[in-house]
């Protein structure tokens, strides 16, 4: 589904990914972790188009989309549910959902996304007409969530989802997940929970300052005591 070829992406001279490749079988689920500050996010916006690639490439189903610009990855059947959620916290539940089919092609992919959405998050179908801005943590990411899958995407990129959120309500969080990917939906998850990521991640890559030091199945990284001791401090 997705491959990245020796991805390298600069801020200013500063090199912020160098030489990144990975691959993303169809209908699997594969994480991205690392700490902070290791790159994760700037990978992301490169896949969407939302950051320039200085050099590499980015193959969607073995199409060259490096170049295409974020305005056209709907179209090629991408979404991603952004770190911080991005809502429009004054406009209700449904018309926040409702953004997720703003692109023609992502409106013909998908004659009952928003049904869809409703079906797998029924809070959101109760608070169909409340305000973003004041619900939850967890529920603002069920509706980021719901934005991301109305245009039955592809590729469903998720940046961060458990950012931010109570302990239960990350549960909640990667149960849905575990429910999408159930979905035959291809998921790649950026995310800081590793243990969390790597659970339900059939492979997963460990990204720090900018490159790929690991990688493995989700089992094998779980596992490992480089990734254990760096990344989840255990001894």
């Known amino acids: 589904?997705?491959?990245?070829?020796?991805?390298?992406?600069?801020?200013?001279?500063a090199a912020a990914l160098r030489g990144v490749s990975l691959h993303v079988a169809a209908g699997t689920t594969a994480s991205l972790i690392g700490s902070n500050g290791a790159g994760k996010s700037t990978l992301v916006k490169?896949?969407?188009?939302?950051?320039?690639?200085?050099?590499?490439?980015?193959?969607?189903?073995?199409?060259?989309?490096?170049?295409?610009?974020?305005?056209?990855?709907?179209?090629?059947?991408?979404?991603?549910a952004?770190?911080?959620?991005?809502?429009?916290?004054?406009m209700t539940v449904r018309d926040n959902l409702r953004l997720g089919l703003h692109?023609?092609?992502?409106?013909?992919?998908?004659?009952?996304?928003?049904?869809?959405?409703?079906?797998?998050?029924?809070?959101?179908?109760k608070r169909s007409r409340q305000l973003?801005?004041?619900?939850?943590?967890?529920?603002?990411?069920?509706?980021?969530?719901?934005r991301a899958l109305v245009s039955r995407p592809r590729l469903l990129v998720l940046d961060e989802p458990s950012l931010g959120l109570a302990p239960i309500v990350v549960a909640q969080v990667f149960d849905v997940i575990e429910t999408i990917a159930a979905q035959d939906v291809t998921v790649l998850l950026a995310e800081q929970n590793m243990h969390r990521a790597?659970?339900?991640s059939?492979?997963?890559?460990?990204?720090?300052?900018?490159?790929?030091?690991?990688?493995?199945?989700g089992e094998e990284l779980l596992r490992s005591d480089r990734v254990r001791s760096a990344y989840l401090g255990e001894q």
């Open 82 to 90: 952004p770190e911080g959620r991005r809502l429009f916290k004054e």
């Open 132 to 146: 973003c801005g004041t619900m939850s943590g967890g529920e603002q990411q069920m509706v980021a969530l719901g």
């Open 198 to 200: 790597l659970g339900l």
């Open 202 to 217: 059939e492979h997963g890559y460990v990204l720090a300052d900018g490159q790929i030091v690991l990688e493995g199945t």
């Open 103 to 125: 692109h023609p092609a992502a409106r013909r992919r998908s004659d009952d996304g928003i049904e869809l959405a409703l079906d797998l998050f029924p809070i959101l179908r």
């Open 1 to 13: 589904m997705l491959e990245v070829r020796d991805l390298v992406v600069n801020y200013g001279e």
């Open 46 to 80: 490169a896949l969407l188009g939302m950051q320039p690639v200085a050099s590499g490439q980015i193959l969607l189903e073995g199409e060259d989309i490096t170049r295409r610009s974020a305005a056209d990855r709907p179209a090629l059947g991408m979404a991603i």
